[in-house]
T-cell receptor, first 109, second 115 residues
Framework: GQNIDQPTEMTATEGAIVQINCTYQTSGFNGLFWYQQHAGEAPTFLSYNVLDGLEEKGRFSSFLSRSKGYSYLLLKELQMKDSASYLCAVLNSNYQLIWGAGTKLIIKP | ETGVTQTPRHLVMGMTNKKSLKCEQHLGHNAMYWYKQSAKKPLELMFVYNFKEQTENNSVPSRFSPECPNSSHLFLHLHTLQPEDSALYLC??????????????FGPGTRLTVT
């Protein structure tokens, strides 16, 4: 089967750094997405990785290792507004998006 | 309006009711999707439409009936639902081929409660 694994919940402190991991097993690979979803709102696109390495976008960075079936989302200088769920999704060989259950990130002052 | 809109935002219905959810995208995309989101579970893809044609139906019960009259509008018709169908129903749209055009843009969702 196909599955995406990510931690259910993480807690971090305002101003700190947090890394949210995602491992995947899918039928083929055409890229990995990270989305942010605030409670009661729509998921919004954060990043897309298709090649190995680190993609940096402001305070957020996303890393991919295709050989390990592994990605992480790195959030720096955490702010209270970063409290949200972070969804990992993989585009498989049929161009279907396979979703993880999401990681709820709680930021404490 | 811009982006992806969904109406209603909240819906409470009895098991014998018939209702419809509406989604509209203003992004010029060719693909539209219905997802079900339940607490602590991955997004469940229900239906996919490409250029108004249904290309995917992930074993969804017949009490959910999609309709896509054009590339900008998508409906989900509901009838004789069960309490376990209570969830957030999300609509999304994207381009159809190539990357990163598979990036999906989501609407705010309809919070459905079946009583």
């Amino acid at each position: 089967g196909q599955n995406i694994d990510q931690p259910t919940e993480m807690t971090a402190t305002e101003g700190a750094i947090v890394q949210i991991n995602c491992t995947y097993q899918t039928s083929g690979f055409n890229g990995l997405f990270w989305y942010q979803q605030h409670a009661g709102e729509a998921p919004t696109f954060l990043s897309y990785n298709v090649l190995d390495g680190l993609e940096e976008k402001g305070r957020f960075s996303s890393f991919l290792s295709r050989s390990k079936g592994y990605s992480y989302l790195l959030l720096k200088e955490l702010q209270m507004k970063d409290s949200a769920s972070y969804l990992c999704a993989v585009l498989n060989s049929n161009y279907q998006l396979i979703w993880g259950a999401g990681t709820k990130l709680i930021i404490k002052p | 309006e811009t982006g992806v809109t969904q109406t209603p935002r909240h819906l409470v219905m009895g098991m014998t009711n018939k209702k419809s959810l509406k989604c509209e995208q203003h992004l010029g995309h060719n693909a539209m999707y219905w997802y079900k989101q339940s607490a602590k579970k991955p997004l469940e893809l229900m239906f996919v439409y490409n250029f108004k044609e249904q290309t995917e139906n992930n074993s969804v019960p017949s009490r959910f009936s999609p309709e896509c009259p054009n590339s900008s509008h998508l409906f989900l018709h509901l009838h004789t639902l069960q309490p376990e169908d209570s969830a957030l129903y999300l609509c999304a749209s994207s381009q159809t081929s190539g990357s990163p055009s598979y990036e999906q843009y989501f609407g705010p969702g309809t919070r459905l409660t079946v009583t």
